[in-house]
């Protein structure tokens, strides 16, 4: 019998399907509904800075009085964050009441300021670990790269001195050195990276003359945005778990980036379009996989494509499709 066990962030898990950061990570119905499919893990909807820092924006705006008030928009911060925080922390209570597999905690962050100091309580109410989604867009045409990638490192720095459980990063693709991302990360205490994140992208309504989000959902095909990086960065940066994530819609792209090197995979658009019960589909395909091959452990097999173990790395490197095409009629 293959033995799908694996370990992520230090935590024990039964299987290398992990749930993503959702609206189907928010209530403790639609976790126990996960758990009960068999994910083994999951990482529980973000609380976010940039709807926190919103909504006291609109809250101002509402009412001239909150203007003239400094002392206004400080209780008006402050009241809306410990709502909000405290919202999510019986979520988490009540998921590890519920459920028998690890609970991460997810906070979105746009910022280093000092609300990152909450993700204590995160640990307190019974968190496993917590999950780093970052994201800044720089839009002023002055700012050093090297100041962004900072930031990134400062939020860690700031959850790092609260917490003693694991802490992981989600970042994006947009980094100019994707591996010396990762590696800066663990050097500054990450146990973990989720490659890549899914932002909000926007689109044009041609009928309307506005601006609109695009396409929510990722598609199979985004696979190739990770699977590479994947297998660059296992090979690169040793002792960071990875997460991959995003075009991970069955059985078959969890294989691919386990082979590449991945610890476990994230899911997310899949469960949206197939629902719950995609999870035992990915399950039996990984058993079979494992049976055909006679792996009787996913580390029998984890990283066996990997850059530094393929004959030809070049394979991972290649960037332009000149084999491709000059082999086409």
Known sequence: MANLETTYLGLKLKNPLVAASSGLTSSVEKIKELADAGIGAIVLKSI????INNEVTSMLAKDQHNVDYPEAEDYIKNYLRDNTVTKHLELVKKAKEAVDVPIIASVNCVSSKEWTTFAKDFEEAGADAIELNIFYLPTDRHE??????QLYLDVLEKVKKEVSIPVSVKFGLNHSNIIGMADKLKA???AGVVMFNRFYEPD??????????SEIFSSPSDLRRSLRWVGIVSSSVTRLDI????????????????????????LCSTLYVNGAQVVNGMLDDLTAFMKKWNFKS???????????????????????????????K
């Not at 991959?244 to 995979?265: E, N, P, R, Y």
């Open 188 to 190: 500054n205490g990450a």
């Open 204 to 213: 044009i309504n041609l009928d309307k003359l506005e601006l609109v989000a």
């Open 243 to 266: 997460a991959a994530s995003t075009g991970i819609h069955d059985g078959d792209a969890v294989i691919k980036q386990l082979l590449a090197g991945a610890q476990v995979a994230q």
């Open 298 to 328: 996913i580390d029998d097999f984890r990283g066996r494509l990997s850059y530094k173990n393929i004959p030809d790395p070049m394979v991972y490197e290649r960037s332009q499709f000149m084999k491709y095409f000059s082999n086409r």
């Open 144 to 149: 050093k790269p090297g100041m962004i990638e």
């Open 48 to 51: 976010f800075e940039e709807q």
